[in-house]
C-alpha cells in the first residue's frame, strides 16, 4: 500500500501487563491524534509445571517488564510510530531497546524500503534504580549439578546442543516458545523433559490491511521469554544453539550491515548478556553453545547422531505454515531445505541421506537459483537461516569431489566452476572442523564443551 494512504499513528504505548494463573497478557495501544486507538494484548500461558512468577520479585518485575518490550516488536512495526510511551528504564537498558527496534529490525525496514529509525527514544529513569537482587539458586560454582534449559527450534542445531548439554548435565530441559512439534520431537528422543509457552499474539493484528508486515528479530523473543521461564524453574543456563556463521549479513543499508539472523549473532548474545547482567543478579545465564562452531562442524556432529536422525526438521516453509508440523517433513523448496541437503549430505551415506529427505533437493531444477544464491553466485544470500557463503561453496566442493552431485548440481558445478573452492579447499574445509575462541561460553565449561566438539 502507498505510504500517502497508510493511517498514521503517533505513538506506541506499553499499557500494562496482568497476570491471571498461568496466563501472562502484556497490552500495547497505537494512539493517533486524529484517529481511535488500536488495543492489542498478547498473551503468554506457562505450562502447569512453572510457576506463576511474583511481581513482587525485582528480577522478575524486570523479566516481565522486558518481555512486554520485546513482544511489542509485532504491533510496533504495523505503522512505526515516531514516539515510544513506556516504563522508563535505565540509560543503558534504553540503548539497548533502541538498537533491538532499529538495528533489530533491520531487515523489516530494508524489505519496506525503509531507512533505519535515527531518532527512536525509549524512556528513561532519572534517578538510581536499586540492585538487582541476588539469584539465589545454586551455580555451577558451588559444585551442585547445573540446571539447564536447552532451547529447541526442531533443527539439528538444539538436536546438537542436546547431546552436549546431556554430557554436563543430568538436569536438562528443553523449552520453546510456542507449538513447535519437531523440538517436541527431538527432546522426546534426546530424553530430555520438555515444555513449551504457549503465545497468541493478538488476532487484531491480522486484520490491519494497511499495516506494515515483515520479519521481527525472533530470537530476541525468545531469549527474553525463555529467561523469564528459566528463573521461575531455578535453572542456571539458558542455552541456545546459534553458530559462529550467523554472524554474516545480507546486504548492507546505508552503512550498517542487515542480517537475517541478528538476533542469533553474537552481537545481540553480548547485548544480552550484559542485559541480564544488569537487571538479573547474575542469573540465569544465557549463551549460544554452538558459537564456536562453523555449520559444517554442526552438520558433521549432528550426522553422528543417528538417533536424532528422524526427529528433527529445518524446513521452514513448512513451519511458516504449520508450526505444529502436522503435515510433510520438507517443502524441498526453501532455502532451509536446501541448504540443509547441502550442508548434511558430505556426512552422511547416500542411505542415510535419502532416509531423511526422501528426495535429493540439489537435484531439483525448480531449486537452482535458490542454490546460487546460497553459493553467493546468486543475487543475494537467502533472507533464511542458512550458512555463509563459505560453508555452502565448501559443501558443495566437497560433494563434487565425493562425485555425489547430480541433475542440476551437476549442471551448476559444470556451468560455475566459481562454485567450488579451488586452491586452499583441504585448509578452508579444516578451519570449518576447528573451534573458534570467540564465544561466550562460561569458563568452567570449556574442558568438558571442547572435549565434545
Ligand atoms: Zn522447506
Known amino acids: 500500500m502507498p505510504t500517502q494512504t497508510r493511517k498514521k499513528y503517533e505513538r506506541f504505548i506499553f499499557k500494562d501487563y496482568q497476570l491471571e494463573g498461568q496466563k501472562i497478557k502484556f497490552f500495547y495501544t497505537l494512539s493517533a491524534n486524529h484517529l481511535p486507538p488500536l488495543d492489542f494484548c498478547e498473551c503468554l500461558e506457562l505450562p502447569p509445571t512453572v510457576p506463576p512468577p ?3 520479585d525485582q528480577n522478575l518485575a524486570k523479566l516481565l517488564d522486558a518481555c512486554h518490550k520485546v513482544l511489542g516488536l509485532s504491533y510496533y512495526k504495523t505503522y512505526l510510530p515516531e514516539t515510544i510511551v513506556a516504563s522508563p528504564v535505565s540509560p543503558l537498558d534504553a540503548v539497548f531497546w533502541q538498537e533491538l527496534y532499529s538495528v533489530g529490525l533491520g531487515e523489516f525496514y530494508f524489505r519496506n524500503n525503509l531507512p533505519l529509525p535515527q531518532h527512536l527514544q525509549f524512556p528513561t529513569q532519572t534517578t538510581q534504580t536499586t540492585q538487582a537482587q541476588r539469584f539465589e539458586v545454586g551455580s555451577i560454582k558451588t ?6 534449559m536447552v532451547l529447541m527450534g526442531g533443527g539439528k542445531d538444539s538436536a546438537v546442543v542436546c547431546s552436549i548439554a546431556k554430557h554436563v548435565s543430568n538436569s536438562c530441559i528443553g523449552f520453546s516458545l510456542g507449538d513447535n512439534f519437531w523440538a517436541a520431537k527431538t527432546a522426546e528422543s534426546a530424553g530430555l523433559p520438555y515444555i513449551q509457552v504457549k503465545r497468541t499474539l493478538d488476532p487484531a493484528l491480522f486484520q490491519l490491511p494497511d499495516a506494515r508486515n515483515g520479519h521481527i528479530p525472533i530470537s530476541a523473543c525468545i ?3 525463555s529467561t523469564l521461564v528459566a528463573y521461575l524453574l531455578g535453572c542456571n543456563y539458558v542455552i541456545a544453539g546459534n553458530e559462529r556463521g ?3 549479513g545480507n546486504v548492507e543499508l546505508a552503512g550498517t550491515t542487515i542480517n537475517h539472523q541478528w538476533s542469533k549473532g553474537s552481537h545481540f548474545e553480548d547485548l544480552f548478556q550484559q542485559w541480564c547482567r544488569r537487571n538479573l543478579g547474575g542469573g540465569p545465564s544465557y549463551f549460544s553453545l554452538l558459537r564456536p562452531l562453523s555449520e559444517i562442524h554442526i552438520a558433521k556432529l549432528f550426522a553422528q547422531l543417528p538417533d536424532l ?7 521452514n516453509g513448512n513451519f511458516k505454515l504449520h508450526p505444529q508440523g502436522l503435515n510433510q517433513r520438507w517443502c524441498g523448496r526453501c532455502a532451509k531445505c536446501v541448504f540443509t541437503a547441502l550442508l548434511l549430505k558430505p556426512h552422511l551415506t547416500d542411505e542415510a541421506y535419502r532416509h531423511i529427505f526422501l528426495a535429493d533437493f540439489l537435484e531439483n531444477p525448480q531449486n537452482q537459483t535458490t542454490l546460487l544464491n546460497l553459493l553467493g553466485l546468486g543475487t543475494m544470500k537467502p533472507w533464511d537461516c542458512v550458512g555463509t557463503f ?5 559443501c558443495f566442493t566437497m560433494l563434487y569431489q565425493q ?6 548440481a551437476w549442471e551448476v558445478a559444470q556451468t560455475y566452476p566459481e562454485a567450488c573452492v579451488s586452491e586452499d579447499f583441504r585448509d578452508q574445509w579444516q578451519k570449518h572442523l576447528t573451534p573458534t575462541h570467540q564465544h561466550f561460553l562460561p569458563p568452567t565449561w570449556l574442558p568438558q564443551i571442547y572435549a565434545y566438539y
Not at 559444585?143 to 539447564?148: A, C, D, N, R, Y
Not at 536422525?309 to 524446513?315: G, I, N, T
Not at 562425485?403 to 542440476?408: A, I
Request: aromatic share 6%.
Open 403 to 408: 562425485q555425489r552431485l547430480s541433475g542440476m
Open 246 to 248: 550467523a554472524d554474516e
Open 309 to 315: 536422525h528422524p526427529a528433527f526438521s529445518s524446513c
Open 390 to 394: 563459505m560453508e555452502s561453496k565448501l
Open 54 to 56: 511474583n511481581p513482587q
Open 223 to 225: 531469549a527474553f521469554v
Open 143 to 148: 559444585h551442585m549439578e547445573p540446571k539447564i
